[in-house]
């Protein structure tokens, strides 16, 4: 399997630090309101890659992590009269409701960032004792000048992110502008907590730090991730600031791979809620069904932008309904692993292994005819949910059978008027073998249903 590797800009052989065990960290949601079709492409990849690396045999523990304290949350806590943590758990409920109904894995550990409090404290007095970090006024801030490899995500040197921070007004609390802060000092809200440094909340950046030395350490995994997972407005400066506090405190990579998916896009800009160019799960699932907004994420190479439009949605939904209906792949069961056609999951897997060319994977499904089983299963291990029906309508579908199934019975009717009996037995043996029972009363009508 080869993935690209965002550290080293090149497809790299997936080779785990510690084989089969494998652990993913995906950058989670920060809760402070409901969730938009760009949180819903991000896990969707980042399921589909659990999802693949289990059918590929390893033993995966996802982590994705839940961002509980943060300035914005607490903005929109005080905007409401509700306390940050109350609201917090309003949307990180909402959040919940949202994967599972675009039928996203549960990660194997979703850790909260203030359950981890103690542990960030731990963690910068750590940086502080060895001359990485210090404390001005209440506020503490790593040295970036102490990390050799900063910018090594964005690929910029030192001289060329400084450049970046011209117009950007100077803290002069800082000893240099591209120092970031481990923890702020606040004392004006509820969602303070108590440090050594004063009262304050933890940098952003230190959460996902913390949280992933405390899980790899209690499973004894060392001190490196094998695969770190975001969305590309991630790399820089939030990625870049984990790995520089991480790494210059344990001295390892804190992870091997970073992989990072495209943005949600519309009419050329990055869909955000702070720009407020955004669509919710939720609106969207009212339209569309969790199968299809799937099909829609994975038509796209992950790493690659998407554009988004009702257009694009409902030209995936009929992608989706014509593989499915073209295969029969909606009245079929899965195969079982003994009986799937060794051929189609051949080029499902060098589809797959090449850094994960859903468009690919999808488009050898609809050359797969006469193995329906075999694409329900690999469906399944793409993360569909088959129980969900065809997005077709479902009244429309009910008279276009309605209608046709009438037509054929006038002209059994004609045929038999005509004493025609061959052709009248065919077309009655043909809907009996399509799963539709006909029978003739003594008054000439004819009743039909589904078998």
């Known amino acids: 399997m080869r993935i690209f590797n965002n550290l080293s800009r090149k497809i790299e052989e997936f080779e785990p630090v510690n084989a089969p065990q494998v652990f993913i960290y995906s950058c989670g949601p920060t809760v402070y309101d409901v969730s938009h079709i760009g949180h819903a492409r991000s896990t969707i990849c980042w399921d589909l890659l659990y999802r693949y690396l289990n059918y590929k045999g390893y033993q995966v523990k996802w982590i994705r992590n839940i961002t509980n304290i943060d300035d914005k949350i607490v903005k929109r806590a005080q905007e409401q009269n509700i306390s940050a943590d109350k609201l917090s758990r309003i949307y990180t409920q909402e959040f919940w409701t949202d994967m599972n109904a675009l039928n996203v894995s549960c990660p194997d550990f979703e850790p909260r960032a203030t359950d981890y409090l103690p542990e960030m ?11 990485l970090a ?10 970036v000048c102490k990390h050799k490899n900063y910018g090594q995500l964005k690929g910029q040197s030192l001289e060329q992110l400084k450049d970046g921070l011209s117009r950007v007004d100077p803290n002069s609390k800082k000893e240099d502008q591209l120092d970031f802060a481990l923890w702020k000092s606040f004392s004006n809200d509820d969602s303070c907590f108590e440090s050594p440094w004063g009262l304050g909340r933890p940098g952003w950046h230190l959460e996902c730090s913390t949280m992933i030395r405390s899980l790899l350490t209690r499973y004894g995994a060392g001190d490196s991730l094998d695969i770190h997972t975001g969305g590309d407005d991630l790399v820089h400066p939030h990625h870049e600031n984990e790995c520089a506090q991480s790494e210059s405190l344990s001295g390892k990579p804190l992870a091997k791979y970073w992989m990072h998916n495209g943005m949600v896009m519309i009419n050329g800009s990055k869909m955000s809620k702070s720009e407020g160019n955004y669509f919710t799960i939720k609106d969207i699932l009212a339209k ?13 190479h992950y790493k690659k ?17 014509s593989l499915c209906q073209k295969l029969g792949v909606l009245s079929s069961q899965p195969a079982a692993q003994s009986n799937l056609d060794k051929a189609i999951l051949s080029r499902f897997e060098e589809a797959m292994d090449d850094d994960l060319n859903t ?21 399944g291990v793409l993360g569909f949910d088959l129980s969900q029906k065809s997005s077709v309508d479902n009244s429309k579908t009910t008279q276009a059978l309605d209608n046709t199934i009438k037509l054929l019975l006038e002209m059994r009717d004609e045929a038999r008027n005509n004493k025609d009996f061959a052709t009248s037995d065919k077309i009655r043996n043909s809907l009996t073998d399509a799963g539709i029972t006909i029978k003739d009363h003594r008054d000439q009508e004819t009743e039909w249903s589904l078998t």
């Not at 404290?121 to 001359?131: H, M, N, R, S």
């Not at 404390?135 to 790593?142: H, I, L, P, T």
């Not at 932008?305 to 309904?321: T, Y």
């Open 121 to 131: 404290i731990e963690f910068i007095e750590e940086l502080i004792a060895k001359g």
């Open 134 to 143: 210090y404390a001005v006024d209440g506020d503490v801030y790593f040295r």
């Open 288 to 300: 569309y069904k969790a199968n299809t907004i799937r099909y829609f994420c994975l038509s796209t």
């Open 305 to 321: 932008q998407i554009n988004f439009s009702h257009e694009a949605l409902e030209a995936a939904e009929k992608g989706f309904d």
């Open 359 to 379: 468009a690919k994977a999808l488009a050898l499904l609809f050359e797969s005819k006469d193995s329906a089983g075999t694409v329900a299963y690999l469906l």
